[in-house]
C-alpha cells in the first residue's frame, strides 16, 4: 500500500539481490515469507528500529553503513543468547525523493553483513514518506544444542567478563561493529556461561539488567575495566574520564557474561578468543552495585550519577 | 539504547501486560525472545510498517485503532498464505512528549486483535523521538498441515473469488478490519485454494500480481464486483464512479482466490463462510488483465487510468 513506483523499482531490486536461501522455501514477492526452521523448540526472535537524529545522523553515517548497523544490532542480540542467526526482515520509511542509490546502498550495507553470517534476508516492507529515515530489522536465530544463555542465570562467586573494549563507540564504532557471534559460540561452547547479554545501553546500565534478573549483587573492578582508546579520545572532549566513558558509554556491542570461578581461569589461561577478554568483576549475594577501587575499597557503583546521561 | 525513564516505565507496562504463553519459553526481559514453533518447516514471517500522515492520520485514528491496524494488516498477510498466526513483535517510534496512556492505548489495541487470534506478543523495541508515530509489526506464523497458497498457483479455467465488499476503505474500515484468517483457514480445509492474496493495494493491482506470479491472464465480470456501501459513498464525493472504487481502492483486506470450476460450484453451492463470496471473474490464458463488460464485451481492463490513485 501507498507504493509509488519508486518503491515498486526498489522492491524489485531488492527482490533481484535477494538469492534463494535453502530456509526460505518461500522469499520476497508473496504475502509472507515461508522459512524453515532446524529445530522448532529454539526459535529466536528480536526487533530493533534505528531512527535518523536518534540513533545515526546523515552525515556522517553513510547508507552502508546505516544498513550495516540496523542488521548489526539485531545479531547482537542473538550473540547474546549465544544462538546462530538465520533470517531476517527489514521495514524501511525513506525520506521522499531520496536517491534510489541511497536505498540500494542501505541494502547493500545489510547485504554484506547478513552474507557474512548466513542470515538469509526473508522479504521486507519498503515505504517513502516526509519524515526522516526509519529501519526496522527483525532477526531470527536458533539456539545450540546447549541452549540459550539468558540474563538470569547469574550465580554468587561467578566471574564477570566483557568482550573487546569499552566507551567512545559513538565516534565510530557503532557504525561499523562487528557482533559478537563468532565469539559468543565459541566462549558457549568452552565453558558453561550463567548469564550473558550484549552491551548496548553502557556496562554499568547493562550489569544492572543482569542483576536484576538473576537478583544478585556484583563487585566491579575498578582496574579491570577495558578502555578503548575511543574512550580516552572523547575524555579529552568532555569533562568526564575514560573510566567514566567506559562504564557508561551506550553502543559497546561486546559481550558482557558471567561464569563459574573454575571457567573464569580456564579462559584466562587460554582465551578462545581472537579478541580482548577481561575479567571485570564478581557476582556477589544481595542486589547492590559496587565497586573496588584501585585502593582496594568497595563501595557503591555511583551509576545514578550516570543515568542522565544515557 | 536511547531509553529514557518514559521508555523504561512503558516498557515495564508492556511487560506486565504480556501474559505468559506456552509457545513463548522466554519473552519480554532478555536480548531476543524464544520462541516455540509447532512445525519448524512452516515458519510464515511477515513485516509491516505503518506511518503517520501516510497509513493513517490522528484524528480521526484513535491510538487503540492504531494499534489494531498495526497488528491486523500484518495478520491479513498471514491469512492470504491460509496461515496460522502464532507470535509478533513490536517496534515503535513514539513522538516525544506524547502522554503514556497514548502507548497504553495502541498497545490494548494490539493485545485485543492478538488475544482473538491467539498470537503471542514476543517483544519489542519502544523508542521515541522527535518525528511522527510509527509502529512496525512482524508477525510469525505457520501453514496448516495443507501447506501454504502463493500468489503463482492459479491456472486457466480456474474460478476467481473475493470475500467481502469492496472500496471506500479509507473512510473508516481500514482502522477496524478483522483480518480474514479464519475464513482463510475454512477455505483452505473445503476447496484446493490454487492462489490467494489479501487485497491491500486495491483489487486491479492485486489481482495484477496473481497474473504476474501465476503466468496468467484473468478476465474480471464488471457486473460481479461486490461494492461496498462506503465506495458508493465515496463515489459522491469525487469524480470516480462506486465501481472504481472497489475496484483500485487499497485497504480492503479481503480475500482475492482462485479454485477449480468444480470448487467455484461446491463454494457458490454451500459456501463455508459467514461473509459475502461473490465469484467475479476468470482465470485465462495469456497475460492480460480483461472486463467482460455489463453488456457482454471483453475489453481490456482499464488498470492505468487508476494506477496514479493507488
Redesign the interface.
Known amino acids: ?3 509509488g513506483r519508486h518503491e515498486f523499482e526498489l522492491i524489485a531490486w531488492i527482490r533481484q539481490q535477494t538469492r534463494a536461501h535453502e530456509r526460505i522455501p ?1 522469499g520476497i ?21 534505528l ?1 535518523e ?3 545515526f545522523t546523515m552525515p556522517p553515517a553513510t547508507p552502508r553503513q546505516i544498513g550495516h548497523k540496523a542488521l548489526a544490532v539485531n545479531l547482537s ?2 550473540a ?2 549465544a ?1 546462530r542467526p538465520l ?1 531476517a ?5 525513506l525520506p521522499r525523493g531520496i536517491p534510489a542509490k541511497f536505498a540500494e546502498e542501505l541494502y547493500a550495507g545489510i547485504g554484506e553483513l547478513a552474507d557474512q553470517f548466513g542470515v538469509a534476508i ?4 519498503t ?1 517513502s ?4 529515515l ?1 529501519i ?1 530489522i ?4 536458533e ?1 545450540t544444542d546447549r541452549g ?1 544463555v ?3 542465570g547469574a550465580r554468587p562467586g561467578d566471574a564477570i567478563f566483557v568482550t573487546g573494549e569499552l566507551g567512545g563507540s559513538l565516534a565510530g564504532k557503532h557504525l561499523d561493529f562487528t557482533p559478537r557471534i563468532n565469539e559468543a559460540l565459541k566462549l558457549h561452547e568452552t565453558v558453561d556461561l550463567h548469564a550473558m ?2 552491551v ?2 553502557g556496562l554499568a546500565a547493562d550489569l544492572q539488567h543482569i542483576v536484576e ?1 538473576s537478583g544478585v549483587g556484583v563487585i566491579l573492578d575498578e582496574s579491570a575495566i577495558p578502555i578503548s582508546p575511543a574512550a580516552q579520545t572523547a575524555a579529552g572532549q568532555d569533562d568526564r574520564s575514560a573510566w567514566e566513558h567506559a562504564l557508561s558509554d ?2 559497546d556491542f561486546e559481550l558482557l557474561f558471567t561464569v563459574s570461578e573454575d571457567d573464569a581461569v580456564r579462559l584466562l589461561a587460554n582465551s578462545p578468543l581472537e579478541i580482548p577478554l577481561s575479567r571485570i568483576g564478581t557476582v556477589v549475594d544481595g542486589n547492590e552495585m559496587q565497586l573496588r577501587t584501585a585502593a582496594g575499597e568497595v563501595i557503591p557503583l555511583p551509576v545514578s550519577g550516570w543515568k542522565h546521561l ?1
Chains 1, 2 share one sequence.
Not at 526482515?89 to 520509511?93: K, N, P, Q, R, Y
Open positions: 500500500m501507498n507504493t518461500l514477492g508473496d504475502d509472507t515469507a515461508a522459512l524453515a526452521f532446524p529445530n522448532p523448540a529454539n526459535c529466536l526472535v528480536t526487533v530493533d528500529m531512527m537524529g536518534v540513533h542480540d542473538i547474546a543468547m544462538g533470517a526482515v527489514i521495514s524501511l520509511a526473508a522479504g521486507g516492507d515505504n514518506w516526509q519524515g526522516p526509519v526496522s527483525t532477526a531470527l536465530g539456539t540459550a539468558t540474563r538470569s547479554l550484549d548496548s545501553d534478573e551506550g553502543e544515557l
